[in-house]
């Protein structure tokens, strides 16, 4: 059975950072890989992605999470992280991680991160 773990959340202050990791379960399929991402969801609102990666190492970012947040995948490990710098009480939220394959496409169970003085 496929699974996603995130981990790496916590509680932080304005400023500081985070990584979380998302790691893919050993029968996941890693050929199979295409684009990873993050998303996170505040209370009260919808999904919303913040950063993707592509096979090729092209990311994406969310304009909020530009330049403060860093996408990487590590096929060979099946991982994909987020550096967080600079967080913000907006970040607060739960955040997912989320691989397509070519055959599906997965959801980890989230991560809280709640940025708070």
């Known amino acids: 059975q496929v699974q996603l773990v995130e981990s790496g959340g916590g509680l932080v202050q304005p400023g500081e950072s985070l990584t979380l990791s998302c790691a893919a379960s050993a029968s996941f399929n890693a050929f199979k890989i295409k684009t990873m991402a993050w998303y996170r969801q505040s209370p009260g609102q919808q999904r919303e992605r913040v950063a993707t990666v592509s096979p090729s190492m092209i990311t994406t970012y969310d304009s909020r999470a530009e330049g403060r947040f860093t996408i990487s995948r590590d096929d060979a490990k099946k991982t994909v992280s987020l550096q967080m710098n600079n967080l913000k009480p907006e970040d607060t939220a739960i955040y997912y991680c989320?691989?397509?394959?070519?055959?599906?496409?997965?959801w980890g169970r989230g991560t809280q991160v709640t940025v708070s003085s």
């Open positions: 989320n691989i397509d394959t070519l055959t599906a496409n997965y």
